[in-house]
């Protein structure tokens, strides 16, 4: 008995995935509610369509440049540079596992509504405790460490939000590029043949 194997998904191309991660971590430079941004889909996206190291150098080069922007255009670089970026972009990397994990060998929606919702508890998990332990607004106690994370949900529903829109407007755009100009499935593309 011959065992059956999952096709491996189609390489995307990657300037079309590092494209829609760039236009999407700029629009941290908008106006929005707190919270409510690409970072979570951004690294969710990378995850699903590219390899891992350039997923990680994609989305993070990403986050630094709006980063910085956000810096420059606040007048603030603790917009930039705080205690907690490690665990911000840490958190990054985490979330781009996770959807190498479970987005890339089958993109479905469900599958894609319980990975943005994985992630989103996992960045607020990771940096809520970074602000507890970082920061000096809370004992260094088990009460302490619940009172941040407490103070924190009002933000997590932004998050939850956002985390939700952004991805379904990034995978969205990505699967009608795919549709209308990406290779499609059954065709065959010959190279160097007339």
Known sequence: MIP????????QPTGVVAGLILAAALTRLLPHPPNVTPVTAIALLGGAHLPFGLAALITLGSMALSD????????DWGWTFHSTLPAVYGSLL?????????????LRIGRLLATTLAASLLFFLITNFAVWLLWDL??????????CYVAALPFFRNSVLGDCGYTGVLFGLHAVWSR???????????????
């Open 138 to 147: 809370y004992p260094k106690t088990w009460e302490g460490l619940i009172a």
């Open 94 to 106: 985490a979330i781009i596992w996770l959807a190498r994990r479970y987005l890339r060998p089958r």
């Open 180 to 194: 209308l100009w990406g290779s499609r499935p059954g065709v065959v593309q010959q190279r160097g043949r007339s």
């Open 68 to 75: 910085i922007a956000l810096g420059l255009v606040q007048g």
């Open 4 to 11: 059956l194997q999952t096709p491996k998904p189609k390489a």
